[in-house]
């Protein structure tokens, strides 16, 4: 049942897409002047999976508008997502670096965190999310980065005040109470209110992680066994 459920969800998307796609390329056709509409559609096509098309597009408008400087900073931070939703991760900071905007230079600097968390880069993703959360301190999702980062890089109780930090401005994030449930786990505290609230939020995506919660007990089990202190 569920999974003929999850079949209808996502043809519902998918003709929603091509509707979305039929009808910005209408509004192309009407205001080709308009470099938001190019960007709106590449963004459209990568949800899609279409990688190809959206690069494609992306680079046709950037020249298209080679003399507006926010034009192409818009259109690099679109190719940027697309390059990072593709997995090519270099061409992904080569993309971001390029964005001048400064509306879109913190965007630009967080995807970047993202993308060198995503080549196992901690240190570099720990610097640019560092500059995204001086600039917004209690923004959510830089927070729940800097955790997942800090997590990443075994740094656990920091982890868990950023991961706090996060929940403390969205409290209705399933991930984030998930994650900050983990932190607890390896620091042996009630790890219990973090992932009932994870379940009510998300419990698909808690499903899907039972294998993290499974690894982070076997290795607290194995602290206990060789008498090893806590995690820091």
Do not use: C, W
């Not at 897409?17 to 190019?38: M, S, T």
């Amino acid at each position: 049942m569920s999974e003929k459920h999850d079949d209808q969800t996502a043809n519902a998307a998918q003709a929603e897409a091509k509707q979305a796609v039929a009808r910005l390329v209408k509004q192309i056709d009407a205001n080709p002047n308009d470099f938001h509409l190019y960007y709106q559609l590449a963004t459209v096509l990568t949800e899609m999976q279409d990688y190809e098309q959206a690069e494609e597009l992306l680079m046709k408008a950037q020249g298209l508008f080679v003399k507006d400087d926010v034009a192409q900073s818009l259109l690099n931070y679109g190719l940027g997502n697309v390059y990072y939703q593709a997995a090519s991760y270099d061409k992904a900071v080569a993309a971001f670096s390029k964005v001048k905007d400064e509306k879109l230079r913190l965007e630009a600097y967080q995807m970047m965190a993202q993308t060198a968390m995503q080549q196992n880069q901690y240190q570099k993703a720990f610097a640019f999310a560092l500059t995204v959360h001086d600039a917004k301190p209690k923004d959510a999702s830089v927070n729940a980065l800097l955790g997942d980062i800090l997590m990443a890089m075994g740094n656990f109780n920091q982890a868990a005040d950023f991961y706090d930090q996060s929940l403390a401005a969205d409290d209705q994030n399933g991930h984030v109470y998930f994650s900050r449930g983990l932190t607890a786990m390896v620091l042996e505290k009630d790890a219990t209110p973090f992932m009932n609230a994870a379940k009510r939020l998300d419990p698909d995506f808690v499903k899907r992680s039972q294998q993290r919660v499974n690894d982070i007990a076997t290795v607290v089990n194995k602290r206990h066994q060789d008498g090893d202190p806590q995690a820091k």
